[in-house]
């Protein structure tokens, strides 16, 4: 499983990704659940925007979704991270279970990234007042991160790990300069983690998505400019569309082997 927002890139086509893909289009999970993306600016929260990403999206397909709305108080943040990072350390030793429960065209899908995710979603639409998702619409998320992954390196943007690091520490910095210290310690103190291990451990995992996500972006912006007299709404409704189409190729010629019984009953 490859999961997350390309080391550089250049402005205006960064902002544009970021209310592409963190903006207020609708996002469709298999049963029907709808929820919408935020954007916030703290790099932390990645873990209720992005892409575990959100985290991520593609497509209007959801990769990791939120359910937050924008009118979102302070008091709300610190109570979903609070709430986020007890999640996590209730399920901490399965975070580490790297048993292959599926494979998508011959890539394995392990049970901590469901875990990981299920945690995420959970999270995301208890703060925002929404359903919880199913484990099938978890698992579809999974399968779309996976595709994610193989259409970046079909174009040729798939981030190294190098690229991960790099973004990762460009993200710290940031956070140190401009970013609320005390929305990460009520996160770290309700997970049982260090900011040591957050930073080096759980952060280039939640961030890979968000890298692929803006790279494929890019690359469609790329291959797609803007057309003489299109607006800026346009131009992005025009992009976003593209990407549900071609999510929704992806996902029709997706091999998806399950190999875990119990991810095979929930489908």
Same mark, same amino acid.
């Given at each position: ?13 960064? /902002? ?60 709300? *943040? ?32 392990y049970a901590s990234d469901f875990t990981l995710k299920k945690v995420i979603l959970e999270n995301r639409c208890q703060a925002g007042g929404k359903p919880l998702p199913k484990d099938s619409e ?30 990762? %520490? ?11 210290? *005390? ?12 900011? /040591? ?32 007299? /299109? ?22 010629? %997706? ?13």
């Amino acid at each position: 499983m490859r999961l997350r927002r390309p080391v550089k890139m250049p402005h205006p086509s960064r /902002e544009f990704v970021r209310a592409e893909f963190l903006g207020t289009e609708p996002l469709q999970f298999e049963e029907g659940l709808t929820v919408k993306r935020n954007r916030y600016i703290y790099p932390l929260m990645v873990l209720l925007v992005c892409g575990l990403a959100a985290g991520l999206v593609y497509a209007g397909n959801v990769t990791g979704t939120d359910c937050f709305t924008r009118n979102v108080n302070a008091d709300q *943040k610190y109570a979903a991270m609070k709430d986020l990072g007890a999640r996590l350390r209730a399920v901490k030793d399965r975070l580490s279970d790297n048993r292959v429960i599926a494979e998508v065209n011959g890539v394995p899908v392990y049970a901590s990234d469901f875990t990981l995710k299920k945690v995420i979603l959970e999270n995301r639409c208890q703060a925002g007042g929404k359903p919880l998702p199913k484990d099938s619409e978890v698992f579809t998320a999974l399968v779309r991160e996976t595709l994610l992954a193989e259409e970046a390196k079909r174009l040729g943007v798939l981030p190294t790990d190098l690229d991960v690091e790099k973004y990762v %520490a460009a993200m710290r910095r940031e956070f140190a300069l401009s970013g609320d210290p *005390k929305l990460l310690d009520s996160f770290l103190n309700a997970a049982g983690l260090t900011e /040591e291990a957050y930073w080096s451990s759980l952060a280039p995992r939640l961030y890979r998505q968000d890298i692929i996500v803006a790279n494929i972006t890019k690359a469609v912006m790329e291959q797609n400019p803007r057309r003489d007299g /299109e607006s800026n709404e346009e131009y992005r409704r025009r992009i976003y569309r593209l990407n549900e189409q071609r999510m929704q190729e992806l996902m029709n010629s %997706a091999r998806i082997n399950i190999l875990d019984k119990d991810i095979r009953s929930l489908l």
